[in-house]
């Protein structure tokens, strides 16, 4: 059971392009999040799902778009990328019911802007 | 709107001996969550505390939570170099099953 999975792993860009993160979960949950992770900031939400064909905003929306358009699949889209978006971006997943579930978490993906 | 905060930041332990941290949160909040986290790595779900007064023991982790003093601890027993790692807490905001991360608590154990 592969859990959450993040493509790519690793990423260079030049500041003014764009690129999609893809986050898959094989374990049917509703809810889906980004964060992002930077040096003593802990985790920040960028956008979550409450479902497919669902986004929300969170803490830190600016900058970057989400899509859910298969219940599986959870898409952070940078449209223009800006050296402050250099951090690691963690996905994570979560079933509906269950009061003791918690989030689970893909293995990053770590973006540089240059 | 919810604030989580983590204290100490970093925490050097010696191996063998008995250490506390702490996470403090600023509104209220029912469900708090312990992570853990090795360099480089994803994070790993270590305990999820439900209400007032619950306890739950991991080897030698054992986390508690307070609601009413808006507090958990996370008690390391005989600490061990395996442990060293960074230790998020993170509070439950009630909507949409959205968390609310601490800065993360890095503990390094020496010999």
């Known amino acids: 059971n592969a859990g959450v999975t993040q493509t790519p792993k690793f990423r260079v860009l030049k500041t003014g392009q764009s690129m999609t993160l893809l986050c898959a979960q094989d374990m049917n949950h509703e809810y889906m999040y980004w964060y992002r992770q930077d040096p003593g900031m802990g985790l920040r939400l960028i956008h979550y799902s409450v479902g497919e064909g669902t986004t929300a905003k969170g803490e830190v929306p600016d900058g970057y778009n989400v899509s859910r358009l298969k219940k599986q699949n959870f898409l952070l889209g940078l449209e223009s990328a800006a050296p402050s978006q250099t951090s690691v971006y963690f996905c994570?997943?979560?079933?509906?019911?269950?009061?003791?579930?918690?989030?689970?978490f893909g293995d990053g993906t770590r973006l540089s802007i240059l | 709107e919810l604030k989580v905060e983590q204290n100490p930041l970093f925490l050097s332990m010696q191996e063998g001996k008995n250490y506390t941290i702490y996470c403090n949160y600023s509104t209220t909040s029912d469900r708090l969550y312990w992570y853990r986290q090795d360099p480089g790595k994803s994070l790993e779900s270590l305990f999820v505390l439900l209400s007032n007064g619950a306890v739950k023991q991991e080897g030698r982790l054992m986390a508690s939570l307070d609601t009413k003093a808006r507090l958990s601890t996370l008690h390391i027993t005989a600490a061990v170099h395996d442990l060293s790692a960074t230790y998020f807490c993170a509070a439950f905001t009630g909507a949409n099953s959205k968390l609310t991360f601490g800065k993360g608590i890095t503990l390094s154990v020496r010999p």
């Open positions: 994570a997943s979560r079933q509906l019911q269950g009061l003791n579930q918690p989030q689970h």
